[in-house]
């Protein structure tokens, strides 16, 4: 499968850094071109940050697998195997302005100080405002959102190819 072979290629270009807690049962490793931290989980979570952004995994029940993570700023490139065991919420991504929550999926998640935007390359995201995560909308292939501060509906797009492009790029894709 496609992502299956993208992530052989990350795994030959990292440099194991070590884990980021045994109680995570996640090992963060960095990627040099282009620069970015990778959070790879025993349970095949892989979390891909810009090196310049915020990431925070949140395990609220320390029981070693993540239900989310928190980024303050730049992107994150998510991928969840539909294998992985995920609550019935779903597995989260948390941020100033969204809550983006999803199972057996790839996505990516970029986050500015005025918004935050959300893009699904396989499977299915829900997308919601932080202030009101009970109006969501969700996301297919192809689709994105973007979220700011304001009270208008979120609108669901056919990203154009080189919105695509442009953000997929900067995870080497």
Known sequence: MRTGARLAVVAVLTVVAGPVGAQTRCTETTR???????LRCADGLVLETEAAGTLRPVDRDGD???EGAEIGGHAV?????????????GFQILTPHAIASVRGTVYAVDVTRARTS????????????????QISVTLGP???????DGRDALEVRRWPQERVRSLLERFGR
């Open 32 to 38: 040099f071109d282009p620069p970015l931290r990778v």
């Open 64 to 66: 070693g697998h993540l």
């Open 77 to 89: 490139f998510v991928t969840i195997p539909a294998s992985r065991r995920v609550r019935r919420e």
């Open 118 to 133: 959300v893009f699904v390359e396989q499977g299915h995201v829900d997308v919601a405002r932080r202030g009101a995560p």
């Open 142 to 148: 192809g689709e994105g959102v973007d979220v700011d």
